[in-house]
């Protein structure tokens, strides 16, 4: 079955700098990638996602990116602030099933 | 627009006992369900998900089961659980695009 993994597992970044996030998926028929943010103590809200027919798409500071042939793809967090801070999810789809990453803790210091 | 709606928020359970969580989905018709049990350490596991009713899918063996009664109810059940079972469980609902979560239920199995 899939399996999604995603790196790094925690990454700290100054207010202002860029984020980014890998991932990589198992099954080549997964042909969406939805990305999530999760604030401490409160459910995981969808922020951007991606269809495989499309490589890139960008929504104000957020991007994400794929690579079908290489079975990755990324999030991209420009000019970084304090309320960026949280964990955030990749996950892969097909045929209604959904598999998470692990999770990337975000700590932005202002 | 779409709601889901997950209870109970917090369960405090002995080893051994039944459980059964609820979610239902308001404002869509025919959507995929999922639950998902997310341990400390913020990896999402999917645990069943139902893309119509009465169609259950099993990702982990465990003591757990879940039923699909209706079109918009998932049910989430065991018959004795486990200390392994705590966990903050969270239900999620897709039709077109991503996941879109409960407000979850923190269980603790005592």
């Known amino acids: ?110 | 627009s779409q709601t889901i709606h997950q209870w109970p928020a917090t369960l405090v359970q002995p080893v051994g006992s039944p459980l059964s969580l609820e979610c239902t989905v308001e404002g869509t018709s025919n959507p995929n369900l999922y639950w998902y049990r997310q341990a400390a350490g913020r990896g999402l596991q999917l645990l069943f998900y139902s893309v119509g009713i009465g169609q259950i899918s099993s990702e982990v063996p465990q003591n757990l089961s879940a039923s699909r009664p209706q079109d918009r109810q998932f049910i989430l059940s065991s018959k004795k659980l486990l200390l392994s079972d705590s966990g903050f469980y969270l239900c999620a609902w897709s039709r077109t695009r991503g996941a879109f979560f409960g407000q979850g239920t923190r269980l603790t199995v005592v």
């Open chain 1, 1 to 110: 079955g899939e399996n999604v993994e995603q790196h790094p597992s925690t990454l700290s970044v100054q207010e202002g700098d860029s984020a980014v996030i890998k991932c990589t998926y198992s099954d080549s028929a997964s042909n969406y990638f939805p990305w999530y943010k999760q604030e401490l103590g409160k459910r995981p809200q969808l922020i951007i996602d991606i269809r495989s027919n499309v490589g890139e798409k960008k929504d104000q500071r957020i991007a994400v990116t794929l690579n079908k042939t290489a079975k990755h793809f990324s999030l991209h967090i420009t000019e970084t602030q304090p309320e960026d801070s949280a964990v955030y999810f990749c996950a892969a789809a097909q045929g209604g099933k959904l598999i998470f990453g692990q999770g990337t803790e975000l700590s932005v210091k202002p």
